[in-house]
């Protein structure tokens, strides 16, 4: 599945391209509302067609400079798993 991006913010980047900032969610284009469920008009969430939903991963993604927070929902929608957490245990128990 592929999905286009919605975000709460923009900001354009020195080459000129508009690029999201924010809370960002995933969008399927066509659609009136996020993998998550939210409305895009009542959450007044912006449409970046032409970015995708890697590129805004904060790991890895082209697009994700001002990325402050990635959906948890709509990353499970799009196929992160439970059991990929962004942290490691320090103490680990015996």
């Given amino acids: 599945m592929r999905a286009a ?8 980047d020195p080459d000129g391209i508009r690029s999201p900032s924010g809370e960002v969610h995933a969008w399927l ?3 009136n509302q996020t993998l998550c469920g939210l409305s895009l008009h009542r959450s007044q969430l912006l ?3 032409h970015i995708e939903w ?3 991963q904060p790991a ?3 697009d994700a400079d001002r990325v402050a927070a990635v959906c948890p929902r709509c990353a499970a929608g799009m196929g992160r798993r439970r059991d ?4 490691t245990r320090a103490n680990p128990r015996p």
């Fill in 54 to 56: 890697l590129d805004v």
């Fill in 47 to 49: 449409r970046f067609p």
């Fill in 29 to 31: 284009s066509g659609t």
């Fill in 60 to 62: 890895t993604g082209r």
């Fill in 84 to 87: 990929e957490r962004p942290w």
């Fill in 5 to 12: 991006v919605a975000a709460t913010g923009t900001w354009t």
